[in-house]
């Protein structure tokens, strides 16, 4: 269809190219006289795509208004004749009188065609692309307020019926000497001024009324039936009798519960235990949205948090309501994060150093069987660049890594990584967090199990080797003075805590770049005490090639006869 109408075009403008050309209407070249017939063309076939475009009514009524605007301007040209104005001065008025009219006519009668009833011109004309959109507002959908914020979203469309039956049961609610229900009333009347003040609202009050019919329900389902409209409503006894009576209705309660987050029978939730259930042992909670959740056994839980696992979803019309069971209870774990999504610019590789090997064995396999070693960890979750995910998960198993739990995917710094794997923990089963730099692969089982036991007992425990260097103090090139090197240590990892303690650490924590180093600084910014374990010197990190030659060696003498076991005393 698309294609013969350019078809049909392109033949109308050559038509006119080519008469402008032969008989040339324009003095001079006959070029002139075809550009002016293309000119022409194009404004007709512009015209034409506006008058395509435009509804049947509409072009009714212009078409109406224009012949009537001209036959006016025929009448007062025949009077105008009569006179004894000069010829040329009666042809100017009787040619402009007729654009004018005709012109005033076509506007008006296009703009007032949308009240014209092509029914009842026996079926000649039908516009059946064109449906009003109707929709009539109950009162208690004005009450409620919501279809307010629906209509500011721009998901409510067409035209808004408020009757003046309607307007009057609120005014007369906003009167009642009940001071509930002369609140209702005028948050009704707030509401629909707030509609009103919408400007792309089409908001209509109509006065058609059916004395006959005293309830205010029954009125607005004949209105409905008049005008072919919807009723909108959260009356759930309307909602049942429009549909009985053949009136399509819009429940604002039904849009509001398929909004709601879908919830499946398995999934897991946290509570707040509210409130005693009807069943014995019950409790009773609410979720944000107001969906009212049952637990089963919650008894004793009510003013507490619980975690609950979904066991079925109850969905009517006047709302959901969710059943479920607590968790059965879970041993409490210490879990170990190995933060190794570093890329490790200063090894120097294009390898990350995690990944590199010493004694034919990874970097970050090294540390970890010393996890898998430890008595005090029961989980290893291992924080890693996304990349390198897959890659990693060949290589534990290989190994044969027990403990192993998650791959959790790193952020931008090491803060930001260890943050995720906390996120990723699950608070109804974690006591201990120890945090570990996944380079540094001399940690010994001993000092871990020594660092989490001091964390369970004081809530922060961190490993630290003594300085053995001689520490300056210096300001402009100069020496300052010397610092007691008793009063300092290098701390090391693992770094422990438990879990509420870490976790509102990196909650509340302003900024998480580069400038924090270690879980402990966190710590320290809530004023928490952290107790000190001494750690050997061996544990080091690798950061640079000349670490990777270090930590061979380390190997080579630990495999004639070195245990590996850091010695020390916990520092209370």
């Known amino acids: ?255 509001a519960n398929a909004l709601k987050p879908v919830v499946l029978p398995g999934e897991a939730m946290k509570v707040f235990i509210l409130k005693e259930g009807k069943e014995y042992n019950q409790g009773v909670a609410y979720l944000d949205d107001g969906t009212m959740v049952v637990v089963d056994n919650a008894r004793r839980l009510i003013g507490k948090n619980a975690e609950i696992a979904v066991t079925s979803v109850l969905q009517t019309t006047a709302g959901k309501m969710i059943f479920g069971r607590l968790w059965e209870i879970l041993e409490i774990m210490n879990v170990a994060i190995v933060a190794a999504a570093g890329q490790g610019s200063r090894m120097g590789g294009r390898r990350a150093k995690q990944f590199l090997e010493l004694a034919g064995v990874p970097v970050i396999i090294h540390t970890l069987k010393k996890f898998e070693e430890s008595a005090e960890i029961q989980r290893i979750v291992v924080v890693l660049p996304g990349e390198d995910t897959a890659g990693f998960l060949e290589i534990a198993g290989k190994y044969g890594l027990r403990k192993l739990h998650q791959v959790v995917r790193g952020g931008a710094t090491r803060a930001q990584s260890v943050w995720r794997g906390i996120q990723n923990l699950r608070p109804v089963e974690t006591q201990i967090v120890a945090v570990h730099d996944g380079v540094r692969p001399f940690v010994t089982p001993d000092e871990i199990d020594r660092t989490v036991r001091a964390a369970e007992e004081s809530g ?52 998480l770049d580069n400038g924090v180093t270690d879980e402990s600084y966190l710590v320290e910014q809530l004023g928490h005490k952290i107790v000190l374990v001494e750690g050997s010197a061996r544990n080091i990190k690798l950061t640079r090639p000349e670490d990777l030659a270090v930590g061979e060696e380390m190997l080579k003498s630990m495999g004639k006869g070195g245990t590996g076991k850091g010695e020390g005393k916990k520092v209370w």
């Open 1 to 255: 269809m698309r294609t013969d109408v350019i078809i049909i075009r392109l033949v109308f403008t050559a038509i006119l190219v080519s008469v402008g050309y032969v008989l040339h209407p324009v003095v001079g070249d006959p070029i002139i006289s075809a550009t002016a017939g293309l000119v022409i063309a194009a404004a007709i076939i512009f015209f034409e795509v506006r008058i395509r475009r435009a509804p049947l009514k509409t072009l009714i009524g212009a078409a109406v208004g224009s012949i009537l605007g001209i036959v006016g301007a025929f009448l007062i040209g025949h009077l105008i004749l009569q006179t004894t104005v000069a010829n040329e001065t009666k042809t100017f008025l009787t040619l402009a009188l007729t654009f004018f009219m005709a012109y005033v006519g076509l506007m008006v009668g296009a703009a007032k065609g949308e009240y014209l009833e092509l029914s009842a011109l026996g079926g000649i004309f039908s516009d059946k692309t064109t449906r009003r959109d109707l929709k009539i507002l109950d009162t208690s959908v004005i009450i409620d307020g919501r279809i307010a914020d629906v209509a500011e979203t721009g998901f409510l469309g067409g035209t808004l019926i408020i009757p003046q039956f309607i307007l009057r049961e609120l005014q007369q609610v906003a009167d009642s000497p009940d001071s509930s229900k002369r609140q209702r009333g005028r948050r009704g009347l707030d509401m629909l001024n707030r509609l009103q003040n919408n400007s792309t609202l089409d908001i209509q009050i109509v006065e058609t009324d059916f004395p006959a019919v005293r309830e205010v329900d029954l009125k607005l389902i004949e209105l409905g039936k008049q005008l072919d409209a919807v009723i909108v409503t959260n009356d759930f006894n309307l909602n049942k009798v429009s549909q009985l009576r053949g009136v399509n209705v819009l429940n604002i309660n039904e849009l």
């Open 460 to 511: 922060a425990a961190i490993l630290v080797a003594p300085v053995t260097d001689t520490i300056k103090r210096v300001s402009g090139g100069y020496v300052e003075t010397t610092i007691d090197r008793d009063t300092l240590r290098r701390a090391l990892t693992p770094q422990c805590f438990r879990y509420e303690l870490i976790y509102r650490a990196f909650e509340l924590a302003q900024n």
